[in-house]
């Protein structure tokens, strides 16, 4: 599986939700909206235009959440 992980730099929880992915052997690539214009877009193409806060995460190409909604995805695959 793979991951993408919208983010900031100095985001707490993004870096907890980036560590349990990468425990549960989930390749995660980070994005930082705080970046550009187009990297915050793109969290919201996936999240919804009314999203403005991170973490935001997509597995495989679908969309689960933050921190809680991606904690309860791994408790179901296990």
Do not use: H
């Not at 877009?41 to 403005?52: L, S, V």
Request: some cysteine.
């Amino acid at each position: 599986m793979e991951a993408m992980v919208f983010s900031t730099p100095k985001c707490s929880w993004c870096n907890k939700v980036t560590q349990i992915l990468e425990n549960s052997k989930i390749e995660v690539t980070k994005v930082d909206v705080a970046e550009s214009v187009e990297n915050f877009e793109k969290m919201q193409n996936y999240a919804g235009k009314d999203i403005r806060s991170v973490p935001q995460v997509v597995i495989d190409n679908k969309f689960i959440g933050g921190y809680t909604e991606v904690e309860r995805f791994l408790n179901r695959i296990k």
